[in-house]
Nanobody, 124 residues
Framework: QVQLLESGGGLVQAGGSLRLSCAASARTSSRYVMGWFRQAPGKEREFLAS????????SYADSVKGRFTISRDNAKNTVYLQMNSLKPEDTAVYYC?????????????????WGHGTQVTVSS
């Protein structure tokens, strides 16, 4: 498993933007899939987006499609989540996830490694 460290959370006004970063502790091989999730108080953890290290193919939840963008920087071993047009309902703890198992594909949500999360608060 790889250790993940999220950063970039904070307080932002509605309509604003934030970019979250997720740094991996070790070199992730090309087979890795990386993902972003969030969990609001009293709610279940929600998938947001995922990306393959090797090809950069992405997948998004309908709730964030068009507003959030996932990307990766292989040289920095870092994955990003650019969040635009933020709404108060985007307030949550945001988690980065990674999985390098051979059969793990972009459509799966049962990631093997998780970060500790970063708080995002959107004020109205």
């Amino acid at each position: 498993q790889v250790q993940l460290l999220e950063s970039g959370g904070g307080l932002v006004q509605a309509g604003g933007s934030l970019r979250l970063s997720c740094a991996a502790s070790a070199r992730t091989s090309s087979r890795y899939v990386m993902g972003w999730f969030r969990q609001a108080p009293g709610k279940e953890r929600e998938f947001l987006a995922s990306i393959t290290w090797s090809t950069g193919i992405t997948s998004y939840a309908d709730s964030v499609k068009g507003r959030f963008t996932i990307s990766r920087d292989n040289a920095k071993n870092t994955v990003y989540l650019q969040m635009n047009s933020l709404k108060p309902e985007d307030t949550a703890v945001y988690y980065c996830a990674a999985d390098g198992r051979p059969l793990f594909t972009l459509g799966r949500r049962d990631f093997e490694s998780w970060g500790h999360g970063t708080q995002v608060t959107v004020s109205s």
